[in-house]
């Protein structure tokens, strides 16, 4: 069964940083692209970054470029969103998710961040 | 990149079919999304893989009653036998050049 467990979320304030994490099982980590995917209250879902299986490629949403790090353990079938400079607008459940080729195919629980002071 | 368009609610009978539209951006009617299903306090439900033929993969454990249909640039979610469990958000997503895309998302209301 594949198992996506985030962690690391909780209270921040305005212009922190946070790291979360996913610990991953059930499935060969190495052979699929990540995804990190996040809900503000009463939205919709916005996807935040994504990282290749082999971790050398990485991607970021506009809204984060530049102060969200991604990146994968793939030894420990974990995966880490570094965030900093971290605004209110980043209040979120933050999901981690599995890729498949090209679409979302398994998602986490999600873990809870929210920005302020 | 590509826009991906749903309306925001829907609403049927108990018992009866309700039949949910996503629609791809001009230039992106060939691309292949994925359907999910969000409910309070749940982990986000991956339904299905949908290609512009037509042709669907459901993931683990979907009932039967979920189907999935294209057409043009128009890709269907269909709940057929509508149960009170089925009350939720519905999202479309698809991808392009490393970018995930999602829908607004559509509510189903089942009355």
């Known amino acids: 069964e594949v198992l996506l467990l985030e962690s690391g979320g909780g209270l921040v304030q305005p212009g922190g940083s946070l790291r979360l994490s996913c610990a991953a099982s059930?499935?060969?980590?190495?052979?699929?692209?990540m995804n990190w995917v996040r809900q503000a209250p009463g939205k919709g879902l916005e996807w935040v970054s994504s990282i290749s299986g082999s971790g050398d490629s990485t991607y970021f949403a506009e809204s984060v470029k530049g102060r969200f790090t991604i990146s994968r353990d793939n030894s420990k079938s974990t995966l880490s969103l570094q965030m900093s400079s971290l605004r209110a607008e980043d209040t979120a459940l933050y999901y981690c998710a599995i890729r498949d080729t090209t679409v979302t195919t398994n998602w986490g629980q999600g873990t809870l961040v929210t920005v302020s002071s | 990149q590509p826009v991906v368009t749903q309306s925001s609610s829907a609403s049927a009978s108990l018992g009866s079919s309700v039949k949910l539209t996503c629609t791809l951006s001009s230039g992106h009617s060939s691309y292949i999304i994925a359907w999910h299903q969000l409910q309070p306090g749940k982990a986000p439900r991956y339904l299905m893989k949908l290609e512009g033929s037509g042709r669907y993969n459901k993931g683990s454990g979907v009932p039967d009653r979920f189907s999935g249909s294209s057409s043009g640039a128009d890709r269907f979610l269909t709940i057929s036998n509508l149960q009170s469990e089925d009350e939720a958000d519905y999202y479309c997503e698809t991808w392009d050049t490393n970018t995930q895309v999602f829908g607004t998302g559509t509510k189903v209301t089942v009355l």
């Open positions: 059930g499935f060969i980590f190495t052979n699929y692209a």
